[in-house]
């Protein structure tokens, strides 16, 4: 035989990982597991099978937690918590580093039993899932010992319920854990029912290192008890998993005042321009689509190739596709492993089987005779509207479609309801940086994909939820501003009767698209003042509602616009109120009673001018991630933001809402204070005179109630905020799961207009966008 023969037949031996480690320490924990709650397992009681999605075999006896179980680690992270919290920062890091080193001396272990558990291949246990989840805990170490001097006025929310999927489990826990402990909360998580094995193991290491009982309760079982912890006395739900059990989620704690981030579903486009670089585009497209069998919220699961290249692009494709490896995950030379369960294969199967269009490959490969696993497949040929093209699949599948252009690209990239992450192949950085910011999502890879860090941000836009894990944007999520807030108190609309204070006939109309505008309804009411009636405003009804966001919408030019150009509107909307400044006061003293209107008016003035300084000057971040580049963290605009404005400061309320919001580039539908409307349409006078583009910001007025729904339920509204003295949470948080639009409600709770909010505005005003360039060759 020739040295040429031998290279050319040479295949790979196996080069299995023991599992001897990871099964002794199963038996030696009875090969049964209770629940970890106060510090201490409790005893196993009934409950389901954990097994080996490779082999069918039985690893470990779980227990399905009942309502008392969930109850008694609510109460124990509850206990727990203020003095976790107390324990400040540092004391808090010190924990946070002991888990990690912890983790890292265990990682072997850790990483085959992930293996055994999820069916994943050990080299990405191994190398990626494991060092991550040390990298998570080592950074938010890092985090709570900054917590005093860099977010002085933040503190935790309390007690935080989090339920995580199968797919990563050690990693989606470390992500969940670690910032909620660094910030002072205790949490009760409960891992997917498939993959618990590593968050017992987990628990085992909490109580290695000392960490106080009751901060981490980890419950085991299916979506029921997920249900129980979301309707538990928890302050705060993180949850990732699919968008339909995540839109119930949001229906579930509507009103309730939990708050929520939801880290959910994805159908992410991966395109490749002509000038790519192949092998390196087919190389990232292995990690995009078959790294961890598909089953990634994230995966590059869209192929868009430029029309020039296909034929030799999905050749080599194929060609790759071929040479992969499937088989036992603890093979060291595995490439794709066993899909998680045998529910998961069946889903992926009749999935791909409903399917006759396009054309199939799966890769040439000998599937072992027993486990579940699916062969790499690819599915070319396919029309944007077929259901693989816009349903997840969540297996190793990946459908594929051409463009011609980079704006074809970017239109069919953005042709989904899910928003979580892109990737974008070209040699031309130009053409990449240019596409970046142009497709709706939370993270894009450029001439890479699947890249994580605990510095950069994770998390999606639309349907893929809302939130961030990881870097300083996802420390929000674990944290709200200190103090105590007052109850909310309903502010009644004046009445009366006599003579109005002006005999001219005043009827305010609306302000939608940049004009004046009746209401469609044709209805009016009276707003009386102390000495009498000050004039009627029109009620607007749904169709009303569909007007302004219609206009809002078409104005999304403004969100292109520069930073620099949207101070100086700011900047001359404040110099214009402050023009007619007495007669804006002596009119909301008017209509209030009050002699406050002089102070609303300087303190609105205020705000417009602090959102003209920081429209400019809210930037963005550039993470120092661990590879050779960098991740840049744009601050983008929502989009189109829905506010029913405050009722007891009629000026400021909209002013605080409106200013913030449309220096970050967004355009507004604010509905005036019901009580008080007359100084929102007095305010557009001032738009109109500000050279504000039409559409930017378009006035509503009319009963929060009623219009409360129409805004929260429309498709096209991608926020909403009520600071209405009307609580309205409930009712809007539980309509805009139909989008899953970010929701700012106040639950119950009065806000404080004197004090200047702007940076808590502007971040509701935003969404952060991470964009990954490495360098060089
Ligand atoms: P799932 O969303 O049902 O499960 C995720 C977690 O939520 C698990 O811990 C589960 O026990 C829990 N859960 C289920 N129902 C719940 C409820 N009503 N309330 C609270 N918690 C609940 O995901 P599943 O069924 O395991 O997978 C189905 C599909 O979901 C997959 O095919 C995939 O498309 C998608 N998925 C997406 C993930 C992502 O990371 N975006 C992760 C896992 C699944």
Known sequence: MTVKEIFETMDYGPAPESAAEALAWLVDQGDKFGHYIDGAFTKPGKGFDSRNPATGEVLAKLTQAKQADVDAAVSAARKAQPKWEKLGGAGRARYLYAIARLLQKHSRLFAVLESLDNGKPIRESRDIDIPLAQRHFYYHAGMAQLME?????????GVCGQIIPWNFPLLMLSWKIAPALAMGNTVVLKPAEYTSLTALLFADICTQAGLPKGVVNIVTGDGAVGEMIVNSDVDKIAFTGSTVVGRRIREATAGSGKELTLELGGKSAYIVFDDADIDSAIEGLVDAIWFNQGQVCCAGSRLLVQEGITDRFHEKLRARMDSLRIGDPLDKCIDVGAVVDPVQLQTIKSMVESNTA??????ACDLPANGCYYPPTLISGLETSDPLMQEEIFGPVLVSST???????????????YGLAATVWTENVNLALDIAPKLVAGVVWVNATNLFDAAAGFGGVRESGFGREGGWEGLTAYTKPKGKAKPLAKVEAGTGEGAPVDPIDRTAKMYVGGKQARPDSGYSKPVWGKSGLLGHVGLANRKDVRNAVEAAAGANGWSKTTGHLRAQILYYIGENLSARADEFAARIDAMTGKKDGAKEVQASIQRLFSAAAWADKYDGQVHGVPIRGVAIAMKESVGVIGALCADEAPLLGL?????PAIAMGNRTVLVASEPYPLAATDFYQILETSDVPAGVVNILTGSHAELAKPLASHLNVDAVWSFSSTDLSKEIEVVSAGN?????????????WGVDHSRRFLQAATEVKNIWVPYGE
Do not use: C, I, Y
């Not at 001097?149 to 929310?157: G, H, N, T, V």
């Not at 002013?655 to 200013?659: D, E, G, K, L």
């Open 149 to 157: 001097s860099e977010l002085p006025d933040s503190e935790a929310l």
């Open 358 to 363: 396009g054309h199939m490959h799966q890769a």
């Open 403 to 417: 463009f011609r252009t980079p704006e074809e690209a970017v239109e069919l990239a953005n042709n989904t309801r």
């Open 655 to 659: 002013v605080s809402a409106m200013a």
């Open 740 to 752: 899953l639009k970010r929701t700012w409600v106040n639950n119950a709770t009065a806000f404080d």
